[in-house]
């Protein structure tokens, strides 16, 4: 019996190399372009970012199951499986990668460095610190995309604008998270001039959550959403917890507004995507190399407000943001 | 394609060989479950992204992760020994520990060092190593460094000291009766085991051009995995070291996790492969009826 089992399993595993070979040669035509589409975590913003790219792809005449074939892997916030991932993308030699958030993007220039498959990252906070890109904003090798940096200023402005009275704005976050921990800086630095505290709490795990959250909305006026994956894939449950207390939470995201978050000053996901689809178009096409291409950062934040949640809190939203909003939304989606 | 896959396969499988064979000693040798290995990989990693930022020589680093890495194992092993913390729970206890050191060490979750040199990415292999060769210079680096790593650990265990680490996995009242005290000895395993851990999880941190603290993250289970597949494969062949088989072992389950890839499986499904694959090892050998039966 255990023979049987260990032939069953080499003969698998031979089969496997050998189908494995057959099904890729047969798509490296260069009539249709391959590109992997590696994102690090699933959560709403995230999978905007991989539609957005695909339509800004499109707009440029990559459609996929046309010209374009995609695969697309998900590595569920696990380092080793980005790297991974990354890994298989060049070992298939891909035309393009495109990575999505931080250490997606790293593991992707990484495996990709000493080969000429270039790497369009997106939901990059800061391409810098990542050593995605130099100082000076030019890529640091064969690699450019888009950055995801807040605008924190306009944020709290908004917040001032909504909360006349609030004092403390709490801010859950986890300390895995690199670019987390460098919005918390910059929340910090900038909110003093607005008049507000911010109260952090740091959490290293989905399960700290709840605790985390039960303490910090005892003492703060309102609560703020940075991007952080591992807090807003929680998000549900702390909503729930202050809507209990009637604690305003403000999202970072129009995703995040969707699902029940007062308002912000975010960024569209979605367009994001598009700009970092046109990107990689340009670079598919040959117009230019990702290396000769500096990281962009999307400029125009817009207001998003939900006014279910307004009317929920009994808060009236100022009527210019309401008027300048680039979306409202009247329902809490599940 | 298969080329490629091929040398990449033979990279991480020698990558995580190092690790695999801290793994062997706590696992195979002590008879000890030693889950602080998701932390102490990690570490060595930390350690490493934060001296080359700061400038220090790459080489040098692979030594001050193995010594601090040994550090780590004796605290795992002072818990177990001293304070009579059972062993699984010892290696969690160091594990959850590290997590918040490592964040500590590193100073954020996330420290890249793609723009420094590293070993595998220097002046000298640019300058003088010829064009050809470059694409296999990383598979040399990491087969010199697992050669010497594994010949070390195998001088090791033929001195004294490593036949009384190897009594004690087998038979501590041996050891006792030899009027050495087996908390020691278990302790030198400890600390070994996990230098050899956070030695890997340097390498790797320098292959990989960043430091991620979620890196850690199923490195027992691949540390594990290759050493019951090693040893299986090389059971009935006594001419092979279990060091060798090991290292085999490793590069054999980096082959059948990138067969599963190629196959077309999603890389979230990655864990449910491993845990299948490592059912599939464990039902073949007779070491499931063994462990089974002393179960009872």
Redo the contacts between chains.
């Keep these: 019996m255990k023979k049987i089992i260990s032939v069953a399993i080499m003969l698998a595993l031979t089969a496997g190399l050998l189908v494995g070979c057959g099904t890729t040669t047969g798509t490296s035509g260069k009539s249709k372009v391959t590109i992997g589409i590696g994102q690090f975590a699933e959560h709403g913003s995230l999978d905007n970012c991989k539609n957005g790219f695909l339509e800004g792809l499109k707009q440029e005449g990559y459609v996929e199951g046309e010209n374009l074939e995609v695969k697309f892997e998900n590595a569920q916030a696990d380092g080793a499986i980005a790297g991974q991932i990354a890994n298989n993308f060049v070992a298939n030699k891909v035309d393009l990668i495109c990575a999505i958030a931080t250490p997606m993007a790293q593991s992707a220039f990484g495996a990709a460095k000493n080969t000429d498959i270039p790497v369009i990252f997106t939901a990059v906070t800061d391409p810098v610190l990542a050593e995605l890109a130099k100082a000076d904003g030019t890529p640091n090798g064969n690699v450019t995309g888009t950055s995801d940096k807040l605008p924190v200023e306009r944020q709290l402005e908004m917040i001032r604008a909504i909360l006349p009275e609030a004092k403390t704005i709490g801010i859950m976050y986890s300390t895995s998270e690199v670019n987390s921990v460098s919005a918390i800086e910059e929340y910090k630095a900038a909110a003093p001039a607005y008049g507000f505290e911010i109260v952090e709490s740091g959490i290293s795990t989905t399960a700290d959550i709840p605790l985390a959250a039960d303490n910090l909305l005892e003492k703060v006026d309102c609560i703020n959403n940075l991007t952080d994956n591992t807090v807003v894939s929680s998000l549900p449950l702390i909503l729930d917890k202050a809507a209990e207390k009637n604690i305003p939470v403000f999202g970072s995201e129009v995703e995040q507004v969707k699902i029940g978050c007062l308002a912000t000053v975010g960024l569209d996901y979605y367009d994001l995507g598009i700009q970092t689809g046109k990107m990689a178009a340009q670079v598919l096409k040959g117009e230019k190399k990702a290396s000769e291409i500096n990281f962009e950062v999307i400029e125009e934040a817009s207001f998003y407000g939900n006014t279910k949640v307004a009317e929920n809190l009994g808060i009236t939203l100022p009527e210019d943001l309401v008027k300048g909003a680039k979306e409202m939304f009247q329902t809490i989606s599940e | 394609?298969?080329f490629?896959?091929g040398i990449?396969v033979l990279e991480?499988g020698l990558l995580y060989a190092i690790m695999a064979l801290g793994v062997y000693i706590t696992y195979k040798i002590l008879d000890f479950p030693d889950l602080s290995v998701d932390g102490t990989f990690p570490l060595g990693g930390a350690v490493t992204a934060v001296l080359i930022v700061a400038g220090v020589n790459p080489l040098l680093t692979l030594i001050i992760s193995f010594l601090i890495g040994a550090v780590a194992g004796i605290l795992t092993g002072l818990i177990h020994v001293k304070l009579k913390v059972r062993d699984l729970l010892s290696g969690i206890i160091m594990m959850t520990a590290l997590?918040?050191i490592n964040?500590r060490i590193a100073g954020?979750?996330?420290v890249?060092?793609?723009?420094k040199e590293t070993i595998f990415?220097n002046e000298i292999i640019r300058n003088y190593i010829p064009e050809a060769y470059?694409?296999f210079m990383t598979l040399t680096i990491l087969l010199i460094i697992t050669v010497i790593m594994k010949l070390l650990l195998d001088l090791y265990l033929k001195t004294k000291s490593g036949y009384l680490l190897r009594a004690v996995g087998d038979n501590a009242t041996l050891v006792t009766s030899l009027a050495k005290d087996k908390g020691f000895v278990k302790i030198v395993g400890l600390a070994i085991a996990n230098a050899f851990v956070a030695l890997a999880g340097c390498i790797y941190t320098q292959?990989?051009?960043?430091f991620?603290?979620?890196?850690g993250?199923?490195?027992i289970v691949i540390g594990l995995a290759s050493v019951i597949i090693g040893t299986n494969i090389f059971k009935r062949v006594s001419l092979v070291k279990a060091t060798t088989a090991v290292i085999v072992g490793s590069i054999v389950y980096k082959?059948?996790?990138?067969?599963?890839?190629?196959?077309?499986m999603?890389?979230?499904d990655?864990k449910l492969i491993t845990a299948i694959l490592f059912l599939?090892i464990l039902?073949?050998s007779n070491e499931r009826k063994r462990r089974v039966k002393a179960n009872d």
Excluded: R
């Design positions: 394609m298969l490629t896959i990449g991480e997590y918040s964040l954020k979750a996330n890249a060092i793609f723009s990415d470059q694409p292959k990989s051009g960043f991620e603290i979620s890196t993250t199923g490195a082959a059948c996790v990138a067969t599963a890839i190629a196959l077309g999603e890389a979230s990655l599939g039902v073949i």
